[in-house]
């Protein structure tokens, strides 16, 4: 806030200590729970490292021979691995797992005897004689099989106008190299790789780096290989095949390439261009040139979940990649940016620079998720990249309000707990703590520091704690310390914020607890209400008056009491919403504010709404507190604003499917929606980047959802005349009215949809509609869709997805974990170990009944690893939390609903 009207107390005065002595006492009192935390980090050591092989023996430099036989489904191999053996040893322990090795050798002499541990995924080679410190050559023949889900090397079948197709590509996040070649699988672990792989002629392949050399060793077959990759870590090895094409631009001397199935590379397009930009801008921002002479964007149609960020060959799925301006939403382009520049930022974070281990995964994925926003902001301001992703960091909060959160910074036991430290909290929390770090750091200081972390660890490992000193030596600030309170413990903190006055003037005081969205039956166990352990922040709070002026930012640590304008002047904490924790005003300040919602900015509107429904469900507020909110709000207010009422009331609307009041509450929620998309109408052509286009779809396909008679008709019309002619239905609209038609099928609608998503051969088209026909509410259909995922029509990687839509738009869980139940050994077999391990977890949270807590619980293949074990007890947590919302929330809504419709006038 502007100086004098709202400034932390220094006067003689005050009865607290002066700034200066406040950071000096502030800090003892860090150091002093810093002795007593579990562990502070250090800086990264090979030896200290965490992991599960032994560090005896050291690769250098792997050079692979592969040949893939994709009709088959199998490959052979052959590797020639150089080795460092730093002590003395008669056995070798890699990685490997679903393959043979045939013959393994020791510089070309020795064979060893060869054993594999399916259970800890390794192969032991052992030898009569132990082997001398110092380099050797090993030579291991192997074959393995090309799997039907994308771990290792995998294949994925699509549709052509010339009948289907088959490509093969590699996914190896966190740790399925070992699914291709023998190798010691773990980030810390880097080498050279230099691979050679035989494929048919007519086939282009892609590895890491560029092709050196094509020889035909066949009429029907080529010999392709690559020239070496820099040091890496194995999950970065990348080799795609398959009748591809390419185009290419030049970035300074980087060759820059969009990959495809054929027909497809220009719509690669708009990608290639912005990777040409984002090039230029991350060589600049993190001061470390993109070390590669060449830069692959690969897109696999069916694919598997998102992206990859391999060194030099990202991976996509073909519709995260590949704009269409025919049938993608112009809004589409913002997601292809998005996952661009997350995996761009990872060419720097991630695989120049690599965590030891994956406990810090979040170095990888909090910077790209942050970055992937940064980038968006400086090349699209015009998106408000922020405002519309204000979700992800909700998503976090409400994932780190429970008692299954976990620090950023996580223990990481193996590889199947590895897989779950995906999660909301690395990507989300980590990207939402780095935004608040470089806020209060300062953007140019904050880039030096990075500049720096990039310099001192190029091609080779790092811990966090290495982060904070590079960041500390450039700003001069207490980073680890402020950093520390969010990475090494979870929780989200909660601001309770009241003004007073004395004399004229205003004083707010600021203090933190612990927020906690925890099921009931935990709540008295342990040292506070919630049973949670209480926790301590030092905390960077922004706040000023409302609209934005006289911005501050406060360091609060523990308590503190600021001077705070003149009295009555609504105070807005987490202004801008940059800051990762909840507020809770007193009574005159929240009213205050309540009053000022019009004139608030969109970003501290959207944080308003969304802390007061976090405090709703934590018990801590009334219903009305939050439905009283959503009924001032102006038809035209901002996407993100109508997205975060959206957002709950799909959720009220989720918990009271077999509620009688149901209807009232659709009704309610028709009545909030309407009058925004009233306003905006079925067509309207709007600015292309502006946000009308997005909203139209997303309030058409809510209104749909809540059962609005006049948008399903309208819907089911635009439907019918596309099906006569596919170009009197904009892109923009393609996927609302789709979604409509579908929720609302009957069994000739249900037919028309299975035939559009049969004939389309473009990847965002055949999801479009078989989602929507995933989202059939009449039982039958639900029943066919379900039937679909076990025959060949669908790619094998979104068939989850597929019978997770069954279960939540369709509205149909009972049927789906039926299903699923009934058909495990089949899907499992089709969709690989993460079938068990996360997505059964993920399926029973569409229920919120304890019943089906227990029928998870006695579901065995879901505790199979001790990864499953942490996603089932997440998921348990998750349907508690339901389960409660809805016995205390539900008749609450529905009794405030029916309060204000017998008010009405
Ligand atoms: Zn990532």
Redesign the pocket.
Same mark, same amino acid.
């Given at each position: 806030m502007g100086k004098g009207k709202m400034r932390p107390v220094t006067d003689a005065l005050a009865r607290k200590p002066a700034p200066l002595v406040r950071a000096a006492l502030a800090s003892l009192v860090w150091l002093a729970c810093l002795c007593g935390a579990a562990h502070a980090e250090a800086p990264f050591t090979f030896d200290a490292t965490p992991g599960r092989l032994p560090k005896t023996v050291i690769p250098h430099d792997y050079a692979i021979e592969l040949t893939p036989d994709a009709k088959a489904l199998t490959f052979s191999g052959t590797e020639v691995i150089d080795i460092e053996v730093r002590e003395p040893t008669a056995r070798l322990v890699l990685n490997a797992v679903n393959m043979t090795l045939s013959e393994a050798t020791v510089d070309d002499k020795t064979r060893s005897e060869i054993s594999l541990d399916a259970a800890s995924e390794t192969a032991t080679l052992s030898l009569r004689e132990p082997l001398a410190a110092g380099a050797h050559r090993l030579r291991i023949v192997f074959a393995g099989k090309i799997s039907s889900f994308a771990r290792g090397l995998y294949y994925a079948d699509y549709p052509t106008a010339q009948g289907t197709k088959r490509m093969i590509s590699s996914q190896l996040e966190p740790s399925d190299a070992r699914r291709i070649f023998p190798c010691w699988d773990e980030p810390a672990f880097k080498a050279t790789f230099t691979l050679t792989a035989t494929v048919p002629s007519n086939f282009l392949a892609v590895g890491n780096m560029p092709v050196v050399r094509e020889e035909a060793i066949s009429a029907s077959q080529k010999r392709v290989s690559f020239a070496p990759t820099p040091k890496m870590s194995s999950y970065l090895f990348v080799f795609t095949a398959g009748e591809l094409e390419r185009i290419t631009e030049n970035a300074g001397g980087v060759t820059v390439g969009v990959v495809t199935t054929q027909g497809k590379s220009e719509q690669g397009r708009f990608a290639l261009d912005n990777a040409v930009k984002l090039l230029g801008f991350y060589n600049d921002y993190f001061g470390t040139a993109y070390p590669l002479p060449k830069l692959d964007l690969i897109a696999v149609p069916g694919g598997f979940g @998102? #992206?990859? &960020?391999n060194w030099g060959g990202i991976t996509f799925f073909e519709s995260r990649l590949l704009f269409d301006p025919t049938s993608s939403p112009d809004s589409a382009r913002r997601g292809i940016f998005s996952v661009l520049a =997350? &995996?761009m #930022? =990872?060419q720097w974070f @991630?695989d120049l620079v690599t965590m030891g281990w994956w406990d810090n995964l979040w170095l990888? &994925?909090g910077f #790209?998720?942050w970055m992937q926003e940064k980038a968006a902001e400086q090349f699209f301001p015009q998106w408000k990249t922020w405002l519309n992703g204000y979700g992800q960091k909700q998503h976090a909060m409400a994932l780190d309000a429970r008692r299954t959160s976990h620090p950023i910074q996580q223990k990481v036991n193996d590889e199947s707990e590895a897989l779950t430290a995906?999660d909301g909290i690395t990507?989300n929390k980590g990207q939402a703590f780095i935004r608040m770090l470089e806020n209060y750091l300062g953007e140019n200081a904050f880039r030096d520091g990075l500049r720096r972390y990039m310099a001192a660890h190029a091609y080779g490992n790092a811990t966090t704690a290495d982060l904070w000193q590079a960041l500390g030596e450039a700003t001069g600030k207490p980073v680890a310390s402020i950093a520390a309170s969010f990475t090494e413990q979870d929780g989200v903190p909660l601001v309770i914020a009241e003004t007073h006055c004395a004399g004229k003037k205003q004083r707010l005081s600021l203090n933190q607890e612990r927020f906690a969205i925890v099921p009931p039956r935990t709540a008295s166990a342990g040292s506070s209400e919630t049973g949670l352990p209480p926790r301590s922040w030092q905390l960077p709070v922004r706040l000023g008056l409302v609209g934005g002026r006289d911005a501050e930012t406060v360091l609060l640590n523990g308590n503190d009491e600021i001077a705070a304008g003149r009295c009555g002047e609504p105070i807005k904490v987490n202004l801008g919403d940059i800051g990762y924790y909840r507020v809770e005003y007193g009574p005159n300040d929240r009213a205050a504010l309540v009053k000022s919602l019009e004139t608030m900015t969109p970003e501290d509107r959207v944080e308003f709404l969304a802390d007061s429904w976090a405090l709703l469900q934590a018990g801590r507020t009334d219903v009305s507190s939050y439905l009283a909110l959503i009924g001032k709000l102006a038809p035209n207010d901002q996407r993100a604003v109508w997205d975060q009422v959206i957002g709950v009331l799909a959720h009220l609307n989720r918990l009271a499917r077999d509620r009688s009041e149901r209807p009232d509450l659709q009704a309610y929620a028709r009545g909030i929606l309407r009058p925004a998309f009233d306003r905006l109408g079925w067509d309207g052509a709007g600015a292309p980047d502006d946000d009308e286009a997005p909203l139209r779809a997303n309030l058409i396909s809510a209104l749909g959802d809540f059962g609005d008679d006049d948008i399903i008709a309208e819907a089911k019309r635009r439907f019918e005349r596309f099906r006569q002619d596919p170009n009197s239905l904009p892109a923009a609209l393609r996927d609302p009215v789709m979604h409509v038609v579908g929720i609302a099928a009957d069994k000739p609608a249900y037919e028309a949809l299975l035939a559009l998503a049969r004939k389309a051969t473009a990847t965002n088209e055949r999801l479009r509609y078989y989602f929507a026909l995933a989202s059939a509410r009449d039982p039958v259909l639900a029943r066919e869709t379900l039937g679909l995922t076990l025959k060949d029509e669908l790619p094998n990687t979104i068939i989850s997805g597929i019978i997770a839509t069954v279960a939540s738009a369709g509205e149909q869980p009972e049927l789906a974990w039926d299903f699923v139940q009934k058909h495990y050994d089949a899907l499992s077999a089709k969709l690989g170990p993460s079938f068990g391990d996360s997505f059964i977890p993920n399926l029973m949270t569409n229920f919120n009944d304890g019943a089906h807590i227990a029928e998870l619980l006695q579901f065995a293949p879901a505790q199979a690893t001790s990864g499953g074990k942490v996603m089932t007890a997440r998921a348990v947590e998750t349907i508690a939390i339901a389960a409660d919302l809805k016995s205390r929330a539900l008749p609450a809504v529905e009794a405030w609903i029916k309060q204000q419709a017998s008010t009405r006038p």
């Open positions: @998102g #992206a990859m &960020e =997350h &995996e #930022a =990872h @991630g990888n &994925e #790209a998720s995906f990507y």
